[in-house]
């Protein structure tokens, strides 16, 4: 009996860490902010129709983070966000333990975005189909005067495309080979940009196959669709079409201490790196912060200059709040301002002078500052 009791012990000793994690603020299953609707209707006073939710890397290296698009349904009050499956590729190893129903999950945006628990199933990914700000920042590009029948033959291509994954199709008008995930082939900026391209008729935009051959990821690497590449052009479509635009900075909650069971490498969410999701370029083997690449500092000083609010979590009350607000630039003037500071900057970089960057990156402070001569007035410009 007493033996018993002791191993008793010592199992309770061993499991209630375990336990007490996994009801903590922030992690799966745990408690969320008491606050989400609220919020969430505060934000839908904005009659925007259409958001790109364009989410932050996680990794050291070649992070290019996730993009999804939510669609506004003002007659059930939510928006619905269309995400490409990671799991729905069809590999034995997803065939069990993870939710493989859908190559497009269609998930509501305070679900996507706070919740802790899901409604579309146990198996859904925590951190990557609902519960995002636990693990990482997202950037919302909040779209106005998109016509209802966009929006509705958009909805229609992401039906479609789950329709192909059911009846295991291939060599659609969409894609080369069995209509299924790949990181490279048929990723999440692929049935984002194809939805708009094939789906609402944007015919100038560009799609790219990326076609692997034996032995050849790399080659498919480098044309594959990226989702910073693609929200850039979809913004500058966006722009052609005189849509106005701006953007919310959902902010990383840091302190979860989740840690994935599907991921190899056991990391909490709390000590994952949060960086901009980066175009292909060399700032794929740069640390967070460190961007130089014309094209990333173009991405985010544009979505900066489009800023209008950002989103965090308060960590003292739990509570969601809008941290700061402020006044979006119309894009035209966002994007010449965007590209004179990423032309000006990139070349400074490229010449390895000290100097103060004239931009201002959305979502990071940057950790070169070394390679800066900053003035009295510049320190604020860090902090984002």
Known sequence: MRTRLVLWFVAVAILSPRLALATEFGSKGGPEPANIEQIAARLREDPYDLELLISFGTSKRGSAGHIALALRDDLAGDEVVYSANFYADRDIKHASGYYNADLMIAIPKQEYL???????????????????????????????????????????????????????????????????YDYLRLNCAKTIGAAFRFGAGYRDLEV?????????????AATANVPTDMAM????????????????????????????????????????????????????????????????????????????????????????EIEKSKDPMPYPEALKLATRDARADSENYRRQVEFRPSGERIGEAPDNTHLYHFTDDAAGRTGR
């Open 233 to 320: 052009k979809l913004i500058k479509e966006w722009g052609r079409r005189k849509y106005s635009m701006d953007v919310v900075l959902y902010k990383k909650y840091r302190g979860s201490a989740y840690v994935d069971p599907q991921e190899e490498e056991k990391v909490a969410f709390k000590d994952l790196p949060d960086r901009f999701p980066s175009v292909l370029s060399l700032d794929f083997r740069r640390d967070a912060g460190a961007y130089q690449d014309y094209d990333n500092l173009l991405a985010m000083y544009l979505l900066f200059n489009l800023g209008r609010y950002s989103v965090r979590v308060n960590e003292q009350t739990m509570l969601l």
């Open 114 to 180: 706070f919740k802790t628990i899901s409604m579309v199933a146990e198996t859904a990914s925590f951190g990557l189909d609902f519960g995002e700000i636990y693990k990482r920042s997202v950037i919302g590009v909040r779209v106005y005067g998109v016509p209802a029948a966009e929006r509705a033959a958009l909805a229609a291509f992401f039906r479609r495309i789950n329709e192909d994954y059911h009846q295991q199709r291939s060599n659609t008008e969409y894609h080369r080979g069995q209509v299924k």
């Open 208 to 220: 790219t196959s990326a076609r692997v051959l034996s032995g050849r990821r790399v080659v498919a």
